[in-house]
């Protein structure tokens, strides 16, 4: 019965890694130029749905973002996992990297890295991270100045709790940095929250 149980966590433990290193995108040909991507920037998140209530989210990552076509996105801080005949492993230093047309994921729990090629898409390393289209927003004027918990640094001046825009799509409530130029998404929700951004550019 034992080892049936610690089969079941290992499987458990490598779908549930599966879903989190998934590649996720969108086409190229359906964004508009406004929305397949933002300034150079570093941002640390949190996904989980223990953030909204003061618990540890699932996982902390730290996101280098150049371009669409250049970014790397790791986990620094995650829960431990359980693995069979492996005791308690977790999945920091995990990473995604895109460099061009080349995907790289490395899965810090079984130490294995795999390597593929993609075209006609732009990644990116979480669905709430494809960047929003804040020009449409504006229009249908669906959009409610917030202050966050967020802190947002312009070329190294940041601001603690920094002032967002808010709107609802499809039930879940995003919070948008308070730029009309760019669409980073600060808060999803309970499941995603931004705690810093340092955008490498000048504020607006």
Known sequence: MKRRRKLWLLIGSVALYAVAMAVFFY?????????????????TYEIGESVASGGSPNEVH??????PTEWTDTVIEAAPTQTLGSGTVSKIDSYRQVFGTRVEDSNSIHDETTVKETEDAVLIPHPFLKPVDVSELKKAD???????????????AC???????????????????DDSRFGIALSVGDAFRVREVRIEFARE
């Open 142 to 156: 669906r959009l409610t100045s917030i202050r966050t918990t967020s802190i947002v640094c312009y070329l190294g």
């Open 27 to 43: 086409s190229a040909n359906d964004a508009s130029p406004e929305t397949t991507g933002w300034p150079r920037l570093t941002m």
């Open 62 to 67: 730290r996101l280098v973002y150049r371009s």
């Open 159 to 177: 601001e603690q709790n920094a002032q967002g825009q808010t709107f609802t799509d499809d039930g879940a409530k995003w919070t948008i940095v």
